[in-house]
């Protein structure tokens, strides 16, 4: 299932990649793009959620630790400096979310709950 992931996230890779090379003219090629990379978000969400069913609590509590923390570091954005184009985690700087990506992570929080609270663990 990793395996299936990296492929999944190297082509998202190159979708991204295309679309930041299109010229501005280039509406449908975009429009292609954009629905191919909303298909492998799609894919990538259905793994992830078969990968966290394998996982321990242990280790779904961290992940939710951590996606509630980049939440929250969006907020924290948007309220200091809504120009700047990153985000500073943890250990790292990587390239701001946008509003989509924001609600994936949310999607991704609500899974997490979900499958906890099956295995008896009620998280706020």
Same mark, same amino acid.
């Given at each position: 299932?990793?395996?299936?992931?990296?492929?999944?996230?190297?082509?998202?890779?190159?979708?991204?990649?295309?679309?930041?090379?299109?010229?501005?003219? *280039?509406?449908?090629?975009?429009?292609?793009?954009?629905?191919?990379?909303?298909?492998?978000?799609?894919?990538? *969400?259905?793994? *992830?959620?078969?990968?966290?069913?394998?996982?321990?609590?242990?280790?779904?509590?961290?992940?939710?630790?951590?996606?509630?923390?980049?939440?929250?570091?969006?907020?924290?954005?948007? *309220?200091?400096?809504?120009?700047?184009?990153?985000?500073?985690?943890?250990?790292?700087?990587?390239?701001?979310?946008?509003?989509?990506?924001?609600?994936?992570?949310?999607?991704?929080?609500?899974?997490?709950?979900?499958?906890?609270?099956?295995?008896?663990?009620?998280?706020?």
């Amino acid at each position: 299932m990793v395996g299936g992931m990296s492929s999944i996230l190297r082509e998202l890779a190159e979708v991204q990649h295309q679309l930041t090379s299109l010229p501005k003219d *280039a509406e449908a090629q975009k429009h292609g793009l954009l629905a191919r990379q909303d298909e492998l978000h799609t894919r990538a *969400a259905r793994l *992830a959620d078969q990968i966290d069913e394998g996982r321990s609590t242990q280790d779904l509590l961290a992940r939710l630790a951590e996606l509630r923390w980049q939440l929250g570091a969006l907020e924290r954005q948007r *309220a200091t400096a809504p120009d700047r184009p990153t985000v500073r985690g943890q250990a790292r700087t990587r390239p701001a979310t946008g509003p989509q990506s924001e609600s994936r992570i949310e999607a991704r929080v609500g899974r997490i709950q979900s499958l906890l609270r099956k295995r008896g663990i009620d998280i706020r």
